[in-house]
C-alpha cells in the first residue's frame, strides 16, 4: 500500500560507526523489516542516511542516521509496537540510535 493520506510516520536519529552501520542495515532488512511487514498497517522502514544540512541548525553531532517506519495509522503502529516481537527486535535496533533519544510522529497530509 502507499501513503497516500492519514499515514503515521515515525522516526529517530541514529549516532552510527561504520560497524555498527553494517550491522543496523543487516539487522533492519534482515530482522525488523521481516517482523514489521508481519502485522496489519504495515507500509515501509528505512534507514535514512543525512548527506547535507543545506539550511538551518544541524542535528547533534554524530547524528548521522534517521530511522524510519510507516504505517497506515497510529493505532495499527501502536499494536506493532506493544508485540513482543517488537520489543526483541527493537532492543537490537535501539543499541545503535543516539543516547536519549527522540522519536517525532508524523501524519502524512
Known amino acids: 500500500m502507499n501513503c497516500a493520506r492519514n499515514c503515521t510516520h515515525a522516526g529517530c536519529g541514529f549516532d552510527s560507526g561504520a560497524d555498527e552501520r553494517a550491522g543496523s542495515n543487516r539487522n533492519l532488512g534482515n530482522t525488523f523489516r521481516t517482523a514489521a511487514q508481519k502485522f496489519r498497517g504495515y507500509i515501509d522502514v ?30 495499527l503502529r501502536q499494536k506493532w509496537v506493544a508485540s513482543d516481537i517488537h520489543q526483541e527486535v527493537w532492543g537490537e535496533m535501539e543499541k545503535m540510535s543516539a543516547p536519549d533519544y527522540t522519536v517525532l510522529q508524523f501524519e502524512v497530509i
Open 46 to 75: 528505512r534507514m535514512l542516511k543525512l548527506v547535507a544540512v543545506p539550511f538551518g541548525t544541524p542535528p547533534p553531532a554524530g547524528i548521522n542516521y534517521r530511522f524510519a517506519i510507516t504505517y497506515e495509522n497510529e493505532e
